[in-house]
């Protein structure tokens, strides 16, 4: 007679590492999301607050240069007589593009903007401590 080994049972299938909390105990898309809370100045909070992390420092950045944009051109238009509804427009389109990028970079998508998007990327990538 053979004895038989006891049967182990089936080892788990590998799961999905859970996200890392953050210098700030935020889970990576909540804090990527907060980037864009309130416009570009959250963007420079979660710059100073995450510097080590290249995804939220990507999501800062891309707040800073798209939202930055938005506020200083829809607040230039809106001050100008006569054509102050450019300014409003402006503010719409930067409500629908701000919705839109809080709810993406919730779900954990990398929604990377045309022309400020790849130069968040290049400067996210650099370390915060770089002098060149």
């Not at 038989?4 to 105990?25: R, Y």
């Amino acid at each position: 007679m053979s004895q038989q080994q006891p049967q182990q049972p089936p080892s788990p299938p590998p799961t999905q590492q859970p996200e890392k909390p953050q210098t700030t105990g935020l889970q990576e898309n909540i804090a990527g999301m907060l980037c864009y809370a309130v416009w570009w100045v959250t963007g420079v909070i979660f710059l100073v607050l995450e510097p080590n992390n290249k995804n939220i420092r990507f999501h800062a950045w891309q707040s800073i240069l798209s939202f930055g944009v938005f506020f200083i051109v829809a607040l230039i238009f809106s001050l100008i007589p006569f054509i102050w509804f450019i300014g409003t427009i402006i503010w719409i389109a930067g409500v629908v593009l701000w919705i839109y990028l809080m709810y993406m970079t919730y779900q954990g998508k990398k929604i990377v903007l045309p022309v400020v998007g790849p130069l968040a990327q290049k400067w996210a990538e650099k370390s915060p401590f770089q002098t060149k």
